[in-house]
């Protein structure tokens, strides 16, 4: 939770929630027990940030919800100009601007019975999109802490872990392995012991001044993930997508993780090993690169 946490606001108590294109209040906000969402985590979603009244990367995130879509032969139903349309008219009726973190989620609709076949679907797809104003609430100067799953980020022909959708169950498995062990997010490793990503953001490390992140093989390809590799590349910061271990981790000089809602931020502590000295050089230059490149969205 540390990795998300947030200011608390009383303006989310009355905010307007978007089921189909109908507004709703917040405690009337609902779906059918027969959607695919509820009964099979049937579905897609994203998150997304509103700032100074832009969706920031939308077209980034536009494209990998439809790219997952089509790959669970999904219809959306709305064109993606469409859809943005609808999250903006979401924002504008709830009167946003700034510091405000959109998760819109479709799934497949509403079914006829509780079956798995998409068969038995006997609507169009549910698109829900809820906007909630949300400041990130920075974590101790040190950092976060993560601690290193039992659970493993699978091969995609199991569960495809490049598709962001509803079916979460190994990241919330993880999630849970993290909080009892008392630290803020779970490192999880691929297949082979290679580490792959964490529960709910992406890992980096940095180490003999190149920054290092997983190959991606087993990972979502996460837009603030893809926005700092271009970063580090735009500014002559050596980059690398490739396996590395958890002793290279150990013994790296800084880590950090990024999302769409924190940006990036550093990690102190993993499996009770303190990363560095605690300088965070490099994550700090990088976290003023993505500021800046935010800035320049419009």
């Not at 294109?21 to 959607?35: Q, T």
């Not at 709910?200 to 700092?228: A, K, M, P």
Request: proline share 3%.
């Amino acid at each position: 939770m540390a990795t998300h946490v947030y200011q608390q606001d009383p303006r989310n108590d009355s905010i307007l929630i978007n089921i189909n294109g109908e507004l709703f209040p917040r405690n009337e906000a609902k779906i059918s027990v027969f959607d695919s969402g509820f009964i099979l985590g049937d579905g897609v979603w994203e998150g997304l940030r509103l700032h100074h009244g832009k969706l920031a990367f939308v077209e980034q995130h536009m494209k990998r919800l439809y790219d997952g879509a089509k790959a669970l032969d999904l219809d959306i139903g709305l064109a993606k100009t469409e859809l943005i349309e609808r999250i903006m008219a979401t924002c504008q009726a709830n009167q946003m601007h700034d510091g405000v973190h959109i998760r819109l989620m479709v799934t497949r609709g509403v079914k006829a019975t509780p079956y798995q076949d998409p068969r038995v679907t006997i609507s169009a797809a549910t698109i829900v999109i809820i906007a909630e104003f949300k400041t990130p609430l920075a974590p101790s100067e040190a950092g976060v802490t993560l601690f290193t799953t039992h659970v493993r980020r699978g091969y995609p022909d199991v569960q495809d872990p490049k598709l962001n959708t509803h079916s979460k169950l190994n990241c919330i498995f993880a999630c849970i392995q993290a909080a009892k062990a008392g630290v803020d997010e779970a490192l999880m490793l691929d297949p082979h012991g290679f580490v792959a990503t964490c529960n709910s953001t992406h890992f980096f490390i940095v180490t003999q001044d190149e920054v290092w992140t997983s190959s991606g093989d087993y990972c979502l390809d996460g837009i603030t993930r893809r926005n700092v590799i271009n970063l580090c590349k735009q500014h002559g910061i050596v980059v690398r997508e490739k396996n590395f271990t958890l002793s290279d981790v150990y013994a790296a000089d800084e880590a950090f993780i990024t999302g769409t809602f924190a940006g990036l931020t550093p990690v102190s502590e993993i499996d009770g090993r303190k990363i560095g000295t605690g300088d965070n050089s490099k994550t700090k230059i990088l976290q003023q690169h993505y500021i800046n490149l935010i800035e320049q969205q419009g």
